[in-house]
Structure formats: structure tokens, C-alpha cells
């Protein structure tokens, strides 16, 4: 998504088979990788020197300005801010709502997906939403 590639799935891991089978459980994505999406990640590579910084900034922005709003409703947290990755936790558990009833409500009445924390930890996922930092500013705009 940072380098225009809506729609494209692209990302990998490379390492020696012993240390990669411990963390393989974890994966939340087994989609492959096609020929287009491949392509196209050569092509995002060779140019990032011209764009990785302008979306650093981006996605910098949007994370704050995520934060700062979740963090002004009552019971809603951000347990680890900043993230080093693209998305970040938001600990709803404190406003009795269940992850489900707000990726609902926020995908249906405005637009917005957020990930309910059961799809990623069965022990946890009650507690949070997933949120995503990487988008384009007007996609946070409709968030905040």
C-alpha cells in the first residue's frame, strides 16, 4: 500500500529454515504473492529512495493524530505507541464494547476498517482493535 499498490499483497521473510519455523505460527497472512504483485514490489524497490520518506513522515502523522483522538474517549488506550510497524493496538476493553461491535460500526456507518483483535490473538483479542497507520491521510480523516 505505501508505494501505490492497493490490492497488491507483497512482503516475505527470508531466513534459515531453524530460525524461521518458530515464528511461522504467527503468520496471519497465507495469501501468495503473484506475478503482478511481484513486479510491481521490484519496480517500489529500486525507486524507494524517491518516496520512503515522504511516507515515513505520512504515516508518522497519521499515527499521531490516531492516537491522540482514541486516547480523548473514554476507556480506549494505545498500549504501545510509537509502533515500528504499520498499525498499532487500540485497548478497548475499558469502554465495554467488544472489538466485533466497533469494527461493525465503524465499517458500516463510516467507512473504516479496523481489525477485531480475535483475529490475531485468541488469549487477548477481546481487548483491542487493530488499526492501520499506513493509509492515505484522507482515509485517518475518516477515522478521527
Known sequence: RTAASRGLRWGGLLARPELARPILRYNTNDLGVNVLAQVATIAAL?????????????????????????????????????????????????????????????????????????????????????VSFSNPPSDVDRFV
Open 46 to 130: 529500486r525507486t524507494k529512495k524517491m518516496w520512503i520518506e515522504s511516507i515515513r513522515a505520512t504515516t508518522r502523522e497519521n499515527a499521531a493524530r490516531i492516537r491522540e483522538v482514541a486516547e480523548s474517549v473514554d476507556g480506549v488506550r494505545v498500549p504501545v505507541f510509537p509502533s515500528e510497524a504499520n498499525m498499532f493496538v487500540l485497548d478497548i476493553h475499558a469502554t465495554g464494547l467488544t472489538p466485533e461491535a466497533v469494527q461493525e460500526d465503524l465499517l458500516l456507518r463510516h467507512g473504516v476498517f479496523v481489525r477485531a483483535g480475535n483475529y490475531l490473538s485468541p488469549k487477548f483479542g477481546h481487548r483491542f482493535v487493530r
